[in-house]
C-alpha cells in the first residue's frame, strides 16, 4: 500500500529508483524561502469521506503544514471548505498557514475572516437555493452545505439522487444566476464574480521563483491554469494531480506529477518539507 501511496513523476515510474523520480519537486527545493506550496483540502490533505461534515485532515498533515510554512515563503490551503472550516481542522497547523475557502470568497488574516466584498449581493440568491434545495430534497440523505456566499449540494450518502441534484442545480442556477462548479458526487452554486482557486493561485504565487498546487478535482484546474500562466512570467511550477478513481480524467491529463490520494499527497509535501527526496 505504501508503495502505491508514494508519489511519483509522471511517466517516470514509482518512487524508489533514482533521485530524478521527483525532478519536477527540485524547483521548490532549490529556492523554498522564495517559493509557494498551495493545496486543496478535501481529497488532497482529507480523505474523501461519506458525510463531508466530518471530514479531517490525516493525522500528520498539520504538522507537516506547520513545517512547510516554516521553510517556504508562502504555505496556503486553497479550498471550497468556508474558511471557518478549515480554521478548525488545521489549527495545529499554526498561524503562518494561510487559509482560503469557499473557493476564494473568504479568507482567514490575522486571524479574522474576510469576506470577498463582491459576492455580498449574491448571499440572497444562496438563500434561496439553500431553501429550495433543503425542500427538494426533505427526507433524503442529500446534503446542503450552506457556506453564506455560496452552497454545495452533496449526493455521497445519497448516489441514487445523482441525476435529480443536477437536474435541480441546472434549474435553480438558471434561476438566480449563480453558476455552477462540478464536484465529486456534489455541485456548488457560486456567485459569477470572476473567483476560482485559480485567482487565489496567482495573486499568492505571482512573483515567486517557484510554486506548486495539489488537487484533486475539477474545482482544482483553474489552479492548474494559473500555475501556467506563472510559468510564463518565469515562475517554476508544478502542477500535482491527486489521484483516486474517482478524479475527473482531465485532472490527471497533464500535471507534472500524480499521486495516490491524500497518504500519496502528503508523503510529497514531506519531500518538499524535510527537503529529502525520499
Ligand atoms: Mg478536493
Redesign the pocket.
Known amino acids: 500500500m505504501e508503495e502505491d501511496a508514494a508519489p511519483r513523476a509522471r511517466d517516470t515510474g514509482p518512487v524508489g529508483g533514482s533521485h530524478d523520480e521527483l525532478g519536477p519537486l527540485a524547483a521548490l527545493l532549490e529556492d523554498p524561502g522564495a517559493s509557494a506550496v498551495l493545496t486543496?483540502?478535501?481529497?488532497?490533505l482529507a480523505p474523501i469521506v461519506p458525510d463531508p461534515a466530518t471530514a479531517s485532515p490525516l493525522a500528520d498533515a498539520p504538522g507537516v503544514l506547520a513545517a512547510l510554512a516554516r521553510r517556504y515563503a508562502l504555505v496556503a490551503v486553497v479550498s471550497g471548505r468556508p474558511a471557518s472550516f478549515l480554521a478548525d481542522r488545521l489549527a495545529a497547523a499554526g498561524p503562518s498557514l494561510r487559509l482560503f475557502g469557499a473557493y476564494g470568497l473568504e479568507w482567514i488574516e490575522d486571524g479574522t475572516l474576510h469576506h470577498a466584498p463582491e459576492a455580498e449581493p449574491w448571499r440572497a440568491p444562496v438563500a434561496q437555493v439553500v431553501e429550495g434545495a433543503r425542500s427538494e430534497f426533505a427526507g433524503t440523505a442529500v446534503g446542503i452545505e450552506d457556506k453564506g456566499c455560496s452552497v454545495t449540494v452533496h449526493w455521497r450518502q445519497a448516489p441514487g439522487e445523482g441525476a435529480r441534484a443536477r437536474e435541480f442545480a441546472r434549474q435553480w442556477a438558471g434561476r438566480t444566476g449563480l453558476v455552477l462548479q462540478p464536484g465529486r458526487m456534489a455541485v456548488e452554486f457560486r456567485p459569477p464574480v470572476g473567483i476560482d482557486k485559480g485567482v487565489v493561485v496567482e495573486r499568492l504565487a505571482r512573483g515567486c521563483a517557484a510554486a506548486c498546487f495539489a488537487?484533486?478535482?475539477a474545482g482544482?484546474l483553474p489552479a492548474f491554469a494559473a500555475l501556467d500562466r506563472l510559468a510564463l512570467e518565469g515562475t517554476r511550477t508544478v502542477r500535482i494531480a491527486v489521484g483516486d478513481e474517482q478524479t475527473p480524467p482531465e485532472l490527471v491529463a497533464a500535471p507534472d506529477i500524480v499521486t495516490a490520494g491524500p497518504v500519496g499527497a502528503l508523503a510529497l509535501l514531506r519531500v518538499l518539507a524535510t527537503g529529502a527526496r525520499r
Open positions: 486543496d483540502f478535501d481529497g488532497t488537487g484533486d478535482d482544482d
